[in-house]
């Protein structure tokens, strides 16, 4: 729980739209530093043989509209590029690549102040191409004027960007005081940074900037990957009659990866800060592993506050780490949140909550009309924090959020919804949110997009019935049927053939059961003449067809209940060319997870619910889990006796535990009332993660044991291989 303000934002056509043919009007500049180049500063830098060096030429230039700059690829530089200038919606500046190679790459000498790229009130700018590392800030856009418009950044690399955290620049010296002058209003370093100040208020009705397109960023080994920071946030002193929330407007995010981002540093906040925005979109993007140094004031992979009119979709939030900080959430509606739409996402694996929604800034605070809705929530809440875990988190309750919280499908060791330090749901709606049978059979598409082994797969058809498959690109990370353009399938978004094709994802079922279907279908370009998707099994309708317009960005449900599958059954989510499928790509993530059978559980919330018994282990139930140390190399707790467990239900043995000890393997052991005898051949192990920091589940298919047969009559656990502390959090028999 912080002291920050944070935002995000809904979508205008605008923004979506396919960008216009960049205007040649202007005058193109080279830049080429590489040997045999023939450079020189001293020269016009308009002739790709006669280019300019470095960046010396641009930093007086004030750029008109249709000039752009082009940097050479396989080229490098260790020097900030300056850019200024005001293009047009017609004639934008444009910084891009030219030549052959990798992208042209800006690495500077990791310093705290190092800025890579400083764009000053840009105003239709496009950069595209480049990558940048070794900086204190990576690419930052800084306004101090308002009513800038169109800005658009795709196709960027930012590594290795870190320094900066609260303004503070001398770590790992003594700590310094906040002061956004120290570092031009940087708060915490970030890869892509706008930020910015003004020196008087200004009304509701201005902004800095609207129309920001941020397509295809990658950000890795950074303190943050992207940030609409503004010095950690401009509040109600600066705007007349607001909260900030129309600072930065009509916002789209698609195709970000933020991925394995922290310290070291002072301290690491969050991965993507939205602070200061209204009217905006993300999608089709990850944010997983982030946030990976502990911070006073607490991490999230996602920070919004001060944010209007957010729609977040098909994307994926996943594995804030455990550091000791607060929060350790995947999604974090921190402060003064309204409309804030997180649609059909995986949520899983973080330390603490999937989502928190907090309410601790003070009476005047707010966080409003809210939706959470079709999302898959599994497994958060694994660092086993007693106030931060869950699906979703409700804490303190200085005033009343309000929203609706539906149709989510949920597999959470540590519980769906939870309220702690004062904090309810009385404000939300809660209907249609399904369990699932377990963790491990739940899954998201675009989690395991060109995995092998696992049950999905790609297909395509040209009359709906006969289905082939797809063919992997590993280089373009992409399936196609060949070299034509269509169709193509990538990790959240699909496009169908020309005429009355269709393209399909599919899912098999590893087993028989009931499962649940979530999907949100909406066009990732505005334009075409739209789409048809449907659902069939075996080949039958199940759900749909529906019509997806061409402008559709607001997105369309595609959801089942209770669908009966028996193993090998295939499932496939159909998209089908209404004739031109040119500008008709979709994104569309179904997620599937199989509905509860029946169980035997152990939870271990009132005592040790009979698992008394126990070898080379010592210790007591507390706190809602089994608190053991294991004294050698062979510790073992037995279960209850006198089960009557019919092994054909129940195939499956699921420990959740924290292993502390050195040791890497477990095992199971069992009898039954035909076989009552402890021997080796009834065991079955399994590899088990040695010092593990975080609550695992282990699951441990004890069905395709040839003795598990007729009754059991019991089992025991044998957690770890060597000595030292064990926490099982709980144990239990599955279908």
């Known amino acids: 729980m912080r002291r920050m303000f944070a935002v995000a934002v809904v979508v205008l056509s605008v923004v979506l739209a396919p960008l216009p043919a960049t205007a040649r009007a202007g005058t193109t500049y080279y830049i080429d530093n590489r040997a045999g180049s023939n450079c020189a500063n001293g020269g016009a830098g308009t002739s790709p043989s006669a280019p300019w060096c470095d960046f010396g030429p641009v930093e007086p230039k004030i750029f008109d509209p249709g000039d752009r700059v082009l940097l050479a690829r396989g080229a490098t530089w260790n020097q900030m590029l300056y850019l200024r200038g005001t293009g047009t919606a017609a004639a934008p500046i444009v910084l891009d690549a030219y030549g052959s190679g990798p992208r042209p790459h800006i690495r500077r000498d990791g310093k705290p102040l190092d800025r890579a790229v400083l764009m000053l009130n840009p105003t239709h700018w496009r950069v595209s191409n480049v990558d940048i590392s070794n900086a204190g800030t990576g690419l930052m856009v800084f306004y101090n004027t308002l009513g800038n418009e169109g800005l658009t950044l795709t196709d960027i690399s930012v590594r290795d960007i870190r320094g900066i955290h609260h303004t503070d620049t001398a770590w790992p010296g003594p700590a310094q005081p906040i002061d956004c002058g120290r570092t031009n209003h940087v708060y915490n370093s970030a890869g892509i940074e706008v930020t910015g100040d003004f020196a008087h208020k200004f009304g509701t009705d201005k902004y800095a900037v609207k129309g920001v397109l941020l397509r295809n960023i990658e950000a890795t080994g950074s303190l943050a990957g992207v940030s609409f920071d503004w010095c950690n946030g401009l509040a109600a002193q600066h705007v007349l009659g607001g909260d900030g929330s129309t600072l930065v407007r009509e916002v789209v995010m698609d195709g970000l990866n933020l991925h394995d981002n922290g310290g070291p540093a002072r301290g690491c906040d969050d991965t993507l800060r939205l602070v200061n925005l209204r009217d905006a979109l993300i999608m089709n993007s990850v944010v997983r592993a982030g946030a990976a140094c502990r911070s006073e004031t607490g991490t999230a992979g996602v920070f919004i506050g001060r944010v209007a009119d957010l729609q977040v979709v098909n994307s994926i939030f996943a594995d804030t780490p455990r550091t000791g900080s607060v929060d350790e959430t995947g999604f974090d509606y921190e402060t003064a949140t309204e409309r804030v739409h997180l649609r059909n996402s995986l949520i899983s694996g973080n330390s603490g909550p999937g989502v928190s929604v907090l309410a601790h800034h003070g009476t005047d605070d707010r966080s409003l009309d809210h939706q959470i809705t079709g999302n898959l929530f599994v497994d958060n809440g694994r660092g086993n924090d007693r106030v931060h875990k869950g699906g979703i988190a409700r804490l303190v309750s200085n005033h009343k959020p309000t929203g609706v919280i539906a149709g989510n499908l949920h597999a959470e060791p540590t519980g769906f919804l939870h309220a702690e330090s004062g904090g309810n749901f009385d404000g939300f709606r809660i209907s249609g949110n399904r369990q699932l049978n377990s963790t491990a059979e ?294």
Not at 700 to 721: E, S, Y
């Open 442 to 735: 739940a899954t998201y598409a675009a989690a395991a997009f060109g995995v092998p082994g696992s049950p999905w797969g790609h297909q395509h058809s040209a009359d709906g019935k006969q289905w082939q498959d797809l063919r992997y690109d590993a280089a373009a990370k992409e399936f196609r049927a060949g070299t034509a353009p269509r169709p193509v399938i990538k990790q959240f978004t699909q496009t169908a053939e020309e005429g009355s094709a269709w393209s399909a994802r599919t899912w098999t079922a590893p087993k028989d059961g009931s499962v649940h279907l979530r999907g949100r279908v909406l066009k990732t370009e505005l334009g075409g003449d739209g789409v048809v998707v449907r659902i069939t099994r075996n080949g039958q309708v199940i759900g749909g067809p529906l019509d997806i317009g061409p402008r559709e960005r607001d997105g369309v449900d595609v959801n089942l209940d209770d669908v009966p599958v028996r193993r090998g059954d295939v499932l496939r989510f159909e998209l089908g060319s209404k004739g031109d499928a040119a500008n008709d790509s979709v994104s569309w993530v179904p997620a599937v997870g199989y509905a509860p059978g029946p169980e035997v559980r152990w939870d271990f919330t009132n005592g040790r619910d009979g698992w008394d018994e126990a070898v080379q282990l010592t210790g007591k139930a507390e706190g809602g889990e089994l608190r053991l140390e294991a004294t050698g190399d062979d510790p073992a707790v037995y279960s209850p006796d006198g089960l009557g467990v019919d092994t054909r239900a129940l195939r499956f043995v699921e420990v959740r535990m924290r292993n502390e000890t050195a040791g890497t393997g477990m095992q199971v052991y069992f009898t039954t009332d035909a076989d009552q005898k402890w021997a080796d051949d009834k065991q079955i192990g399994a590899a088990a993660v040695a010092r593990d920091a975080y609550c695992t589940t282990y699951r441990i298919d004890v069905g395709a044991h040839p003795k598990w047969t007729g009754t059991l009559k019991r089992f025991r656990v044998d957690p770890a291989n060597a000595p030292g502390p064990v926490k099982i959090d709980s144990i239990r028999l599955v279908g």
